[in-house]
């Protein structure tokens, strides 16, 4: 048997694990895969998930030996050991080809979207789509096929063979694409969308190509089955298998019932004779593989790619032909399941047509060969990745994704703009013309990861917006177009881009304006102009200080003619032009003369671009529309500054045309270039040290080096003054900063770091953008958490707000009291101070945590993520889910299990990375001997990242992190596919259960008593019960220190801001606080918000609402233990948008939930002073609880009556002969009615009238009664327990 065969014995377990691992790396199981769906359904549902992921790592140690074997799946096995040896070549190959296709999947992926938004959708369309290729390409690995290619939804497969087996080698292919049609060729969707499979299939001859570079190697199939296949499968309607007219030929004729298809000698099959079970053993037997190919199962199937041995040069050129974001991945040994993720990427399709004359195999691999090596060179330095290359009759194609794992550039569709125009011009000089060159250029966010079979699969990306480049690369052809979200992303003027007319694309329901991107041209060239001017802008807020230090270095320059240049160096969106343009506004109220311009990222690449924008408009250039008129401009402002005969050098520049002189004429190209630095010179020394006062350069990090290079000397020798901004992180802006810092130069520049805006000044910039005078205390905490004082971070949170419809607007009045409702109380708590008028709030049925980022902020964020290391970035993936600050031990319990051992080490790092931060003093190194105190825990991983001085540093063992940036927290974790997700939240709450009680001072039971005995076992059904171990101690303890922090984060957001009066109560005791203000101090504090409030996440996350509904209740219910009563209206609100949100009719929140919500909303009230309400809320509650209150005197009379005959013997007989549970459960009732009668008590006997004070007495008898029914209860607890305990 051959190697890595499957022995029969092995098999079930062997397929078992297969379609375990389908499910994993590919998504839900298929229909085909019956083991995998009963096996699934038969483990617990809470468990279920972490079975996969542990078996899906089972089945990767039994079927990758080696890490090269993994990667092997990527490739087919066509690409045998000897071929791989070999650099770029071609060689013709007899088989039969077989091109699958599933129609409808634009259609798919809009319906998709349209029912989940972009990013569920694409995680479901995916799954879906995942989940039929699988099923398909199972069947064609059966029958031996080698899948060659996958072209999103469709699939390009081989059987290889001898010219003499043709014949029977297309029967095989027959009777396996007929099998496919029968039993998927056709599926319903969840959105309700059927999607059927075309099939062609083509047997001619053909070659394999092979081509690239140094570094990546792509491979095609070309020839005439190639042509063949692809007009078999154009003439195949759904459902349909296509025969190419020369495989018609060459077929077994007489097995099949065959359509012939009008003007074609193609035909449709229709029916066929089997293949006898012999017959197909010996078809496949004869099929051309290395034969150590795999054995999976079965008769046929054969692992495409043959398992190869670890030799270092075969190792790399292996490698070349796999994606690079996967190489880094299989670098970073990271399993398969995490490979996927949702991404925000821009897309560039190339699409070259074929000329007529290109037809030769020597040709093709010619034409391919010279376009991937030009494409290779001009997307390298803008960090863009070939992704995919597609041969058809029509052409080829390139898919070219930016922004995919590991390298995110800031302005990524900017970058693939630039890429996209020298792919353009560079294709069509090459190959024939403009006209034979299409490329499209889509933004936004999109799967990226791993689609197929396990066996066989590439990394790829799929999704709305690839779909549309593919689209507007066919509909849009010669030019280079792009959709509305690159065009905003890149952030370029409107005069780089051409308005294209709207063309049907198919399936496509919205695109959206498309543009042409026409790239640099003499408009853009000569812009001088700052984007915005003051006026477009709303006030400038909370930059005080910028300003004085400008209006000192102004007065220093008028008045002793100091020459100063002063930097404001800030993030992206800090508000650097705006600041700007407010300082060129005061210094033109001052009587200066400003020349004010702003630099692009293009313009670091132009040449000399800085210098002339800065020249043009201090020369007054930007006025004249004509030639002429800017060649008069000159000549009138340079006069007797440079040489008439210098003037023909600024010709280039300025797109002028003085006539050449003889003096230039005769020079050679150095002593021209000499010439021309020594013009700018002298016309800069003129525009700077002359009649111009401000220079006010925006984004100067921008300025081109061969400006830089005149204009520095420049700056030095002439009085000017210079304001400019800058960014982080670029080489001018290092320099600046170096210079501001040396001494010699300190006294010219002043470097200034624009501070992120104050609280107050955010609140004022939100009420100013909303046009109202306040906004609620929720929505201030949420935007100055999130946008970190970032002015623009602040806008898109608040645009992707408004856009999903989460604001209200309502005016308030003067004296404006609460109503008596439940959500007039949540409205006013919410409302912060302000006078009256249009105020803003966040729509009552809203939970923020819920808010996806916008694209913009992920975008800013994943770059941040994307400098580190992929095992770093899994690290972060990891704690992301469990949220902004985390624990070691619930990482570690989350983490797989071949990730724990590196993550001390990863965390440090991180850590050094200013990305986490350590929540307690790292600075004791705890005893790395120690074993007992470092659970698998080792610090040799990561060598190649490792530096022997993190080794000797700190090795943090236990204790808790939190994320410098919510952002990136948020951004991390947006990256999950749902499944996955899931299942990682399933693992948090497992582990947070053990800890979701009160602390030990205060009794550690759970906070509404009895609680979980009181919710039915079917809705207790999903609860992830975890077994407490001997590390909850330590882990109780840095929860507590995570807890804390988390309560630090969420009061002091609002810190510094004009706050309202009850705002100020928030974390104290109010006077009806009061009685409960013994237990603020104890660990229950910060429990609530590190167990209880995640709990609550975790579990909506999961759609669990019973447990989700469970542990809002536990918050409220912790947040009144605690004195909180904001936060507790605040988590009551989310259960009741919670409990409204669930079908009525499902019974999903059980009868003694909503009753405790009631009592715990009764109780916030009372806490209020809310008195009318708490006693509405607090009779329901009872109602619920069966237990119900008169509402007239004359009722309380009777009630009193039955009250007193209450038979206390009885209740406690009762109490004994219950079991355990029920007894439990009947004690949570008891104690909930307690509680409820106890308020009520309260509540009458405040109102001091006599009829009250009847029901008040009666509230506290039939408090009384409960209470001695709950003692009774108890007392037959305690004396079961203890019978138990003597046994
Ligand atoms: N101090 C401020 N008060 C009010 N609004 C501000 C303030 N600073 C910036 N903004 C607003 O925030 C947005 C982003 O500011 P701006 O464009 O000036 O940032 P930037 O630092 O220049 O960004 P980039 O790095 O992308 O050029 C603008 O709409 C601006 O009006
Ligand atoms: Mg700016």
Redesign the pocket.
Known sequence: MATGCVAAGERTSASNELCVRRQLVLGKGGSSCKFSNRSLKRLPSALSSEKVLMMASAWERKYHHSDLEKAAAFLPGLLAEDSLQSNCYSQPIDGVLLFADISAFTTLTEKFIQRSGTERGTDELVQTLNCYLCDILEEVLTFGGDILKFAGDAVLVLWRTLHRELAKTISLVLQCSRQIQKKYGSRDTPVGQKVRLKIGISAAPMSLVVFGDRDWRYFCICGQALHEVCEAHELADPGDVVLSATSWELCEQHRLRTKHLAGKRAVKVTGMDQMSRSERQEALRKLVRHPLSHRLEGEGAMRPTRVLSNRPKLVEMFRKYIPEAALRKLDDRLPLDLFSELRPVTSLFVHLQLSADIISTAEVFEFLHSASRMLLEILSPHKGEVNKVLLCDKGCTFLCVFGLIGEKLPYKSLHALQSAVQIFNSFSTMFGGKKAVSVAVTSGMVFCGITGHPLRNEYTVLGQKVNLAARMMVRYPGLVSCDAATYAAS?LPPYYFKELPERKMKGIIRPGTIYQYVGVTKASILDMSLTKERSE???????EKEIDLFVSCLKAYKDFGQSHILAFE??????????L?ELASLGQAAGHRVVAMELLEVNVRQSFSALRKLMAKALGLQDCELRSDKERVLQAKLEGIIEESSYCLLNGIFFVEFPVSDKVRKMCEPQRLMELHSTWAKVLEKVMGGEFGIFVI??AHFIDPASWSIMSPVLQNVSSFMVM?L?PGYVRTEAFCKAAGDSAMSQNITYCH?DK?KSS?VVQ?VC?DLGVVSISRDLARFLIQRSLGI??Y??ELLRCLRRNDMLLFHTRRRGEKAEGSWESLIAMSSSSAGSDGRVCTIRPDVNLENTVLPVTLKEIALSQLDQLKPLKQTVLKYAAVIGPVFTTQLLLHVLPADMRHKVNCVLTMLVKDNILKWLKNTEVPEDVQDPTKRPGTSVQAESDVETPALRMTVVQQSGALAFRVVLLQEAAYQLWPKRQRVALHRTCAAFLERHAHKCKSCGQGEFVAFHRFAVTSTQDGGRCQGSADQGDSRSWETLVLAGEQLKRDRTHATEGRPVAKSEQTTEVPSKADGKDSGACSCECKAIVESVLVPLARHYMAMGDAARAFYYLLECAAAYLHVSNSDMALVKLNEAEVLRNSVDKKANVIARFEEATLFSLKGEVCYRMGRMELAKKMILEALSLLKRKFPRTTVGALVKSQVEKLQCAAYVARRAASLPQEARRKRLAWLLQQSCCLSLLEQLFSLEGTSSRQTFSRLAARMKANTDRAADSCRAADAHRRGGDELI
């Open positions: 952030r802008y709303a006030p400038l807020l909370g930059r800030g993030t992206m969106g800090s508000g650097k032009s705006h600041l343009a925006d984004n901004s960014a624009l805006l000044a910039k100013q002015p623009y602040c806008e």
